[in-house]
Structure formats: structure tokens, C-alpha cells
């Protein structure tokens, strides 16, 4: 990969990183907020707001998880080891970078992988 697509694929990073990190911060939040008061709510709407919080918080860890992952592809572009599978150490393809730039595996490391054979290493 040259130098202008990896100064390319470093700005779709970062504006992802705001983006993400801007509904992250702003999941937490509300999550906060809502859930914070210690006013006694009767049954149905304490368990509508179980769910609420649980959805939340899912949101959360998901984009939590998405930063780390934009961090390291960050990480791996100043190691200019960027667009390398981790597993196979095969270039990702280009059109996967665009697709998710901060993909960490080839497409077929990933399906290996996903396809759980309980033996990731
Ligand atoms: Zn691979």
C-alpha cells in the first residue's frame, strides 16, 4: 500500500474514531442520566427501562469495542504494518479496507474464524 492511500485510509480512521467516540460518550450519557434518578417507577416502567438501559449498554460495549479496534489499525499504520492479516500476514484487500478500515483480518482468515472452530490461535 503506498504512502497517499495509507494518509487516505488514516483520515477515514479519524473521522470514524470522532464519530464513534462522539455516540459512545453519548450513549454513556444518557445511560446516566436516565437511569440515575432514584425515583421508584412502578413495574412496566421499570422493566421497559431494563430493556432501554440493556440496549444501551450493548451500544456501548459494541462501540467500545470498535474504538480499540480503530486505535490499533492507527497503531498499525505508524508500524506501517496496516492492510496486513494478522492471521495470515497476506494483504487485506482494498476493498475491504473501504468497507471496514479497521479490519484486522483478510476475508478469509475472518470466515475461519468466525466459523468457530474453537481454536483461534
Ligand atoms: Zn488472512
Do not use: W
Not at 59 to 76: F, G, V
Request: aromatic share 4%; with cysteine; proline share 2%.
Amino acid at each position: 500500500m503506498d504512502k497517499e492511500q495509507l494518509e487516505q485510509f488514516r483520515g477515514i480512521l479519524i473521522n470514524l474514531r470522532t464519530e464513534i467516540g462522539g455516540e459512545y460518550e453519548r450513549a454513556v450519557e444518557t445511560t446516566n442520566e436516565q437511569f440515575g434518578d432514584s425515583n421508584l417507577p412502578d413495574a412496566n416502567e421499570e422493566a421497559s427501562r431494563t430493556i432501554e438501559r440493556r440496549l444501551h449498554l450493548q451500544m456501548s460495549d459494541k462501540n467500545h469495542q470498535t474504538l480499540t479496534q480503530i486505535e490499533d489499525a492507527l497503531d498499525r499504520i505508524n508500524d506501517g504494518e496496516y492492510g496486513i492479516c494478522l492471521e495470515c500476514g497476506e494483504d487485506i484487500l482494498p476493498a475491504r479496507l473501504q468497507l471496514i478500515p479497521y479490519a484486522r483480518f483478510c476475508v478469509e482468515c475472518k470466515e475461519n474464524i468466525e466459523r468457530g472452530t474453537g481454536q483461534t490461535g
